[in-house]
């Protein structure tokens, strides 16, 4: 069965430090991968995704994620985390059943420290 | 463009009662999908349209809830009648034809609170 994995509950960092949020992924064929973003009081936002081709995504805000299939993983990452990156962070897998869904992982909420 | 819009964004409701929740798709997009998030739990699919026909409700938790989308263009969901598990954020999105239904464009969600 199709799932999504994000490990991390919740994550702190300092504004100004990197960011590496993981995501593995469960599913038979060639995934389509996305990572969406919710700030607070706010609908989902998508920062990225891969279907196919170059491995390494960019997406908007200076977000990036890399698509390594040996590991089933997902992860996304930002050198320079800024304040108005605190919020909650979805990774997601795009499942054609007999139409189409996206699985979800838990999400990941990222805290900015001063 | 407008995006996806959803109403209402909030909606307190007793156990028993009816609510009826509504999506308005981005214009043109044939594909229109709702989603539910319950407190602490991840983003769960609910079901998918192809303009007005059901193409996958396979996450429809059970009969008490009725999804409509007439003409192919808004939709509702009915939840009726409501118990208390179901409380959570109800996310709707929509996505153009079937040359890229992966990507999905989402409202910002109505918060469901059964008391």
């Known amino acids: 069965a199709q799932s999504v994995t994000q490990p991390d509950i919740h994550i702190t960092v300092s504004e100004g430090a990197s960011l590496e949020l993981r995501c593995n992924y469960s599913?038979?064929?060639?995934?389509?991968l996305f990572w969406y973003v919710q700030s607070p009081g706010q609908g989902l936002q998508l920062l990225l995704k891969?279907?196919?081709?170059?491995?390494l995504v960019q997406g908007i805000k200076g977000f990036e994620a890399e698509f390594k299939r040996s590991q089933s993983s997902f992860n996304l990452r930002k050198p320079s985390v800024h304040w108005s990156d605190a919020a909650e962070y979805f990774c997601?897998?795009?499942?054609?059943?007999?139409?189409?869904?996206?699985?979800f992982g838990a999400g990941t909420r990222l805290f900015v420290k001063a | 463009e407008a995006g996806v819009t959803q109403f209402p964004s909030h909606s307190v409701i007793e156990k028993g009662q009816t609510v009826t929740l509504r999506c308005d798709p981005i214009?043109?997009?044939?594909?229109l999908y709702w989603y539910r998030r319950v407190m602490g739990k991840e983003i769960k699919f609910l079901l998918h349209?192809?303009?007005?026909?059901?193409?996958?409700e396979s996450g429809m938790p059970n009969n008490r809830f009725l999804a409509e989308r007439t003409g192919g263009t808004y939709s509702t969901l009915k939840v009726q009648p409501a118990e208390l598990e179901d409380s959570g954020v109800y996310f709707c999105?929509?996505?153009?034809?079937?040359?890229?239904?992966?990507?999905?464009?989402f409202g910002p969600g109505t918060r469901l609170t059964v008391t």
């Open positions: 999105a929509s996505s153009q034809g079937l040359a890229g239904p992966y990507e999905q464009y």
């Open positions: 349209f192809v303009k007005e026909s059901k193409q996958d």
């Open positions: 891969y279907f196919s081709g170059d491995t």
């Open positions: 599913y038979g064929a060639t995934p389509y």
């Open positions: 997601a897998v795009g499942a054609r059943t007999g139409g189409f869904k996206t699985i």
């Open positions: 214009s043109g997009h044939d594909n």
